[in-house]
């Protein structure tokens, strides 16, 4: 068994449900003129999704600790699948809301077990680059879907956006079952209550500044959003090229912090991306150009998003892996709901980046409490053991 094809197939279906929180968002105004939707239809059709996928995380997490995460994966894969082409085929609003609760709960099956296998199928001198690299791929799927939505509906209309799911969707149903092990538990574990979890401190802590982190890039995302295209009258499209540097760095960066995290532990790296980020986001509070803040925004988040995750899962037991997984995502997409909430209360101006960058540097503090340990380095080869010499001639045996 690979475990870097398993993981592929891992990253491809774990960008997909993420642009699917917010791609959706672009194709608003083409989905409320089409089928004569309303704004409170609109909120539904944005928010039904994120809601079914949000508080359903927990439970596919421990049913996948039960029933073994290939499985669950799989069957996620294919209601997320089948319920896209539900979207893209309806015909009222009524029903765009209902098969798009329904894309949710396939998600929320889907995602937890993604973590929980690249915890079981690497060894831990390599875990980090690999949740870097998965890292990597989910930070541009998150600030990379109002991007990819602009592209697909002004080229083929609001259903591309459901659309492009389904040969995605196929294509990797069956390269999931065949290139990722099926893990089942041996024996019916014991069913442990979430808050068992946080027994674990380093866990705890990983739950915090995961759900910090998302506050903070959706409070972000919002400010930048309603700046560049409002204020500065740029396309959705040139508001999504301006946010490149931002992308490739936190693409660039995340396997190396991963990699790093394997050789040196993750509080280091993790407290010193958040700094970066802190940095980043107060000095897009104070001046009027973008490119360099969200550089320094980028390599932050590159630098602390996967170390937080392996700090968080490396305290816990195996068999847990997968409740911990849909901990760890629903204090993210929690965090992102309550600070795109509260950004925008506070009408997504720039003076409120200030409360992201003070939070941020919140997480900082966190982070510093975390276990000052090493990963355990890479197990060298073994020595061949060398045979005792032979007793001299005229010895006495022993």
Known sequence: ??????????????????????????????????????????????????????????????????????????????????????????????????????????AAA??????????????????????????????????????????????????????????VGLAALPLALRLIPDLRPPRPQRVTAVPGLFRHRDFTLAVAITAITSFSLYGLLLVYVIDTQTVLGMTPLMSGVTALPMTLALTALAPLSGKLADRVGGRIPLAAGLTLYALGVLALAVQSTYPIPLAVIGTGMGLAFAPATIEGLRAIPPHLAGVASGTLNTARQLGGALGAFTIGALDAAKPALGLVAALIGAGVVLALFMSAREAAPPPGPRTPRTPAAPPPTGAAAP
């Open 1 to 106: 068994m690979n475990p870097w094809r398993a993981l592929a197939v891992l990253c491809v279906t774990n960008f997909l449900i993420l642009v699917d929180t917010t791609i959706v968002n672009t194709a608003a105004p083409s989905i409320m003129t089409s089928l004569g939707a309303g704004v409170g239809q609109i909120v539904w059709i944005l928010n039904g999704y994120l809601l079914a996928f949000a508080s359903l995380l927990i439970v596919f997490g421990r049913v996948g600790d039960l029933l073994g995460p290939r499985n669950v994966f799989a069957a996620g894969l294919a209601v997320f699948t089948g319920a896209s082409l539900l979207c893209a085929l309806s015909a009222g609003p009524g029903l765009l809301i209902a098969a798009r609760v329904v894309q949710g709960v396939g």
């Open 110 to 167: 889907l995602v937890p077990q993604a973590l929980a296998l690249i915890s079981a199928i690497f060894p831990a001198d390599r875990r980090g680059l690999a949740l870097g690299i998965f890292t990597a791929v989910a930070g541009v799927a998150s600030v990379g879907g109002p991007t990819f939505g602009g592209l697909l509906v002004t080229r083929y209309g609001w259903q591309s956006v459901f659309l492009i799911n389904l040969p």
